[in-house]
């Protein structure tokens, strides 16, 4: 009877001890104790199913990392809080419904004075960024939007500097309100063709013809300063791919190849000059 009972554990003991016999890691010392050590936590692995490394379980599940809000694509692989890399702003783009017109502001003061942009700013503590567009529109023109869709996530990261600058995008035709000038900004509609991207932000010729085509979009932005652009990627997206971003792995390859391409090199989530890594 005993001999039955213990039949099949003795059989797999064996197994386990004998692939163990045969790693690498114990060729040198042909060491029982570490040998069984090994195969007991083998035996753990073939028994629960999860994956194990000479008796190292994977963390619970509580602790385990979850996907994460949209944030710096290289910060997510480059250590540290993602959350503390990153910048988050609004922009608000409003256009007729025909998408013949878009408004615009001319920015009065601060960073961008003298640009033509959309609507939008930094998010206060515990604003969603949601909020912060509708307040921003309003403080900003005048107009309270009545309904709006996001549309779009930008981000931009510039030669030296750690942190990440990320643009949510929004569309509003629906809104209630007079168009009024503020201290910061002065509105005005354009025609579509007369759009004057001369005056703008260098990264916006890149995904207005997106949003005019009512796409849904997300891009990352390499800059050296604000004004030279060393290299872009912008891509049509669904709706819900603009909630969080998944694939951080390929982000994070996609930015190095434009850097690269620039002729820079990533350490950590900065980008440097060649020469300046190397000395």
């Not at 570490?34 to 619970?60: I, K, M, N, V």
């Amino acid at each position: 009877m005993l001999r039955g009972h213990f039949a099949l554990p003795v059989a797999l003991l064996a197994c386990c001890t004998a692939r163990v016999w045969q790693c690498p890691s114990f060729a040198a010392t042909r060491s029982p104790v570490r040998a069984f050590e090994a195969a007991r936590h083998g035996l753990g692995r073939l028994a629960d199913g999860s994956r194990t490394l000479l008796g190292r379980q994977p963390p619970p599940a509580s602790r385990q990392k979850r996907p994460r809000p949209p944030v710096c694509m290289a910060a997510a692989a480059g250590g540290g809080d993602p959350e503390e890399r990153v910048k988050v702003f609004t922009l608000v783009v409003v256009t007729t419904e025909d998408y013949s017109q878009v408004l615009l502001g001319m920015k009065k003061r601060g960073f961008g004075q003298g640009k033509w942009n959309g609507f939008g700013g930094k998010l206060e503590p515990g604003e969603s960024v949601e909020a912060a567009a509708v307040r921003e529109l309003r403080e900003e023109s005048g107009l309270s939007a009545r309904r709006m869709e996001k549309r779009g996530m930008v981000q931009q990261k510039f030669v030296g500097d750690p942190v990440a600058l990320e643009f949510h995008v929004f569309h509003v035709v629906d809104y209630d309100g007079e168009l009024t000038e503020s201290d910061e900004m002065a509105p005005k509609w354009f025609a579509v063709e007369d759009i004057p991207y001369a005056q703008m932000w260098r990264d916006d010729e890149e995904w207005y013809p997106f949003f005019l085509n009512e796409m849904c979009f997300r891009g990352f932005l390499l800059f050296r300063g604000t004004e030279s652009m060393l290299g872009c990627t912008m891509e049509e997206v669904s709706p819900k791919d603009l909630e969080s971003y998944q694939d951080w792995g390929k982000a994070w390859r996609r930015e190095a190849e434009l850097g690269a391409a620039a002729g820079l090199r990533m350490e950590g989530t900065i980008f440097k000059e060649n020469d300046e890594a190397s000395a």
